[in-house]
């Protein structure tokens, strides 16, 4: 996937709103995400970041207008569609970052389809570098809400993805991790050209966006 599109989508939770009362960049307007790009998209609570996600890889279907993948419209796409287009197009890093608690880090890791070209040794790796590698056995409900943040965007990272999302992925990190993180981003963009979109509601990875959009 090379374009995704927006062209005046509007989320069912807006609807009844004023549109001159809730100005945006995104929602009723058209905007583009091309892969190669960086884009930080900023919002207060409540403004439909975790809802924009959700819509672009077919979770929300609860909204107007169209979302088109390289010019194709999403609407109609089956089941089978959708789960095939998340699989080769789209790697994701939720909020509430959807771990198994009886896993361990390197199991969740190793769980996505997609990551098993990365051996073990590459996922210790990455865990080390984030200051959990002594954490790759223990299994994630021993973990702070922090360190589970590190694995889930070690997993996320693990799989092969023309865009990567990422829903307000260092709020319970420090400056340090934040500034591991976006050098260990930018080594995985500067491979394989993915697009990155990130969602923040204050405080956000200090990467080198291309655009930065307002929700």
């Known amino acids: 996937m090379r374009e995704i599109s927006l062209k005046k989508v509007i989320p069912s939770f807006l609807e009844e709103l004023n549109p001159l009362d809730f100005h945006s960049e995104v929602w ?17 609570s409540g403004r439909g970041k ?27 796409f089956s089941h089978n569609r959708w789960a095939a287009v998340r699989s080769a197009s789209f790697s994701t890093m939720f909020q509430d970052l959807l771990l198994f ?17 990365v051996s073990d040794t590459e996922v210790r790796e990455m865990l080390g570098r984030l200051g959990i590698g002594n954490k790759a056995n223990v299994k994630v409900r021993r973990l702070s809400f922090g360190q589970k943040q590190r694995v889930a965007f070690v997993r996320m990272l693990c799989q092969d993805a023309d865009f990567l999302l ?31 979109i990130i969602t923040s509601i204050g405080r956000d990875l200090p990467y080198n966006y291309d655009k930065e959009i307002h929700l």
């Open 166 to 196: 990422m829903d307000e992925p260092v709020s319970h990190l420090d400056a340090a991790n934040c500034e591991i993180m976006a050098a260990m981003l930018a080594e995985r963009v500067g491979k394989d050209g993915a697009g990155v």
């Open 50 to 76: 975790t809802t924009l996600l959700g819509e672009l890889i077919g979770l929300r279907t609860d909204y107007t207008g169209d979302i088109l993948f390289d010019g194709e419209k999403v609407f109609g």
């Open 101 to 117: 608690d009886e896993l361990t880090p390197l199991e969740n890791v190793r769980i996505k389809p997609m990551a098993r070209a």
């Open 28 to 44: 009723g307007n058209e905007i583009s995400f091309r892969k190669g790009g960086s884009y930080l998209i900023k919002a207060a």
